[in-house]
Structures are given as structure tokens and as C-alpha cells.
């Protein structure tokens, strides 16, 4: 038995969540897929997987052997990169993780030109706002709003983002447009809740150099951005999110940025990864990809300045 292509085929099973569908995406027969798995069993000596004719379930072990395997592949796969950096393309699999508002607003729509002049590079992203570990979850480049501290990453920043106040045409049209942030309690505001702690988000602005921070009355909260923005849109209240949230709303006439004066700046945005991973081909193009989507947007448009 050749175990590493046992691990291989024990977490394509995993994956795919029963031995037909691995053995389908693998293009090998079930029963070599369940005799890869079975020596596998025999060689650790522990049960991996429960199964039945209906059902199959992943044993506390198995869950153990999938994470650790699933990092030797991943390191595997890189060490396979490194070394054939120097001859050949970037190729294979390019695991990143973004929160969704960068991925479909951002990353998504620049994609296929990446994709093109990477064609031996598959990239599999995952579109959230959670707190991940790289290392355990096998996680190539990660794309973040604020600072996440860790000593294992390397972080390079994209660009700065400000907080920005909005509405919808329809609503400033109905109940005029607040000239301060002490205006703000005669209106209806919409609020963002922070998922983790599940405290509602003060609103930030700044004037002469300082920041402060206020708690307007709110109709609405939410600890979905976009959910937020749509109700905004809809002509439901005022919002503040970063302005890498709404720039293209603020360009489309969708939404019309209020406060201006008050405008502060908020976290960057982020690309992190191993120092490891390097010189790896496919994660290095990767980050120069991002470098450029951020570098080529129009001048202020992320910061908030030339939209406002």
C-alpha cells in the first residue's frame, strides 16, 4: 500500500462524503476505493470511517487522520511548486479565503483573467468573515479587513478602507440628508452586528484630527453587511460600512454619500500567508494578482475619497 495515496483517496472520501462520489471524482472503481481505505484502517489500526449501505459518518479518528493528512498533501503539494519553480508554470490547487463582500465585489469579477494566464492553477475560495487557522485548515492565502496577528504569516497590505455614511436617493428625498453626526438620532439608522460578540458597531468619524465614536438610535440590526446595504438601498435608512463595501453602489448612484466631512479611516485590507509558501509559484502570482486588483481600482474609490 502506498499510504500516501491512500490519505489521498481516505480524504477525496471524506470530501465527497461516500466511496462512489470519491470514486467518480478520482476515476478509480468503489471497491478500490474501499480496499485504499481499508489498508489504511489496518495499517493505523483504528476505525476511520462508519459506514453502512445507507450512511457514512467519519470516526473521531478518521476526523484526526483527515486534518493531519489534509496538511501533509497541502505541504506536499507546495514542496512539489517550489521545486518546480524554476522550470515550470504555477500549477495546482490554490486554496484562499476572503471575506464575501471582497470576494464577489472584488476578487470574483478579476478571476477569469487570473485564470487564464494560470490555466494549470485550480482555485478553490471560500468566502467569509471568520477566524481561520491557515495551518490547520490547509489554507494557501488569506484575504482580510483588520489586523490579525500571527506569527506564522506574512501580511501585506492592500489598502486602506474608510467608513462611510450612505443612503438611498429615494430616502435623502423623502427626509433630507443629516449636516452632522449629533443629526443622526432624527433619522432611521441601520446598524451592523459584530457576529462574535453580537454588540452593535459604533459609528466612527473624524474632524480635525480626531476620532470619536457614536451609537445612533437604531430601527435595523444586522450582522449580515450585505443584508445591511440592500435594506439601504430599498430606501430603509442610513448605513456606515467600510467603503470597500459600497464604492460600486456610490458609483452606480445607488446609494449618495452623506457626512463627508466627518469621514474616518478604517482597518486595511490584507493578504496573509506562510512565510513557507513563499516562493511557492502558485500562491506568489496569486498575491501579485491581488496587489494589482487593489493597485489598478480608481485612485480613492477604496478609501472613500473620490467617492464622497
Not at 73 to 99: F, I
Not at 179 to 195: G, K, Q, V
Not at 225 to 234: D, F, M, P, Y
Not at 280 to 285: E, G, Q, R, W
Request: net charge neutral; glycine share 6%; with cysteine.
Amino acid at each position: 500500500m502506498d499510504r500516501l495515496d491512500a490519505l489521498k483517496v481516505f480524504c477525496s472520501v471524506v470530501d465527497a462524503g461516500g466511496f462512489r462520489r470519491a470514486a467518480d471524482r478520482l476515476g478509480i472503481s468503489t471497491t478500490s476505493v474501499t480496499t485504499q481505505v481499508a489498508a489504511l484502517e489496518a495499517h493505523f489500526r483504528v476505525k476511520l470511517l462508519n459506514r453502512t449501505t445507507r450512511s457514512m459518518s467519519v470516526t473521531e479518528e478518521g476526523r484526526q487522520c483527515y486534518e493531519n493528512a489534509m496538511r501533509l498533501l497541502a505541504d506536499m503539494n507546495e514542496l512539489e511548486d517550489v521545486l518546480r519553480h524554476s522550470t515550470t508554470a504555477p500549477s495546482g490547487l490554490l486554496r484562499v479565503d476572503m471575506p464575501g463582500i471582497i470576494g464577489t465585489r472584488i476578487i470574483s469579477p478579476a478571476l477569469p483573467r487570473f485564470l487564464t494566464d494560470y490555466p494549470e492553477v485550480t482555485v478553490r475560495m471560500s468566502a467569509n468573515d471568520r477566524l481561520v487557522d491557515m495551518v490547520d485548515e490547509g489554507i494557501d492565502v488569506l484575504v482580510r479587513i483588520g489586523n490579525l496577528v500571527d506569527s506564522r504569516l506574512v501580511a501585506q497590505t492592500l489598502a486602506g478602507t474608510r467608513y462611510v455614511c450612505c443612503a438611498s436617493p429615494d430616502y435623502l428625498a423623502r427626509r433630507g440628508s443629516p449636516t452632522s453626526p449629533e443629526d443622526l438620532d432624527r433619522f432611521a439608522c441601520l446598524n451592523f452586528l459584530y457576529p462574535k460578540s453580537r454588540r452593535v458597531r459604533p459609528w466612527y468619524f473624524q474632524r480635525d484630527g480626531q476620532v470619536s465614536s457614536i451609537a445612533p438610535r437604531g430601527i435595523f440590526v444586522t450582522d449580515h453587511v450585505e443584508s445591511l446595504i440592500g435594506a439601504a438601498i430599498a430606501g430603509g435608512g442610513i448605513i456606515q460600512v467600510l467603503s470597500v463595501s459600497v464604492q460600486d453602489r456610490i458609483a452606480s448612484g445607488a446609494l449618495v454619500p452623506l457626512l463627508t466631512d466627518w469621514t474616518a479611516p478604517g482597518p486595511d485590507v490584507a493578504v496573509l500567508f506562510q512565510q513557507r509558501q513563499l516562493r511557492a509559484a502558485k500562491v506568489k502570482v496569486f498575491v501579485d494578482f491581488l496587489h494589482e486588483i487593489f493597485r489598478t481600482r480608481p485612485h480613492g474609490m477604496l478609501a472613500g475619497t473620490d467617492a464622497l
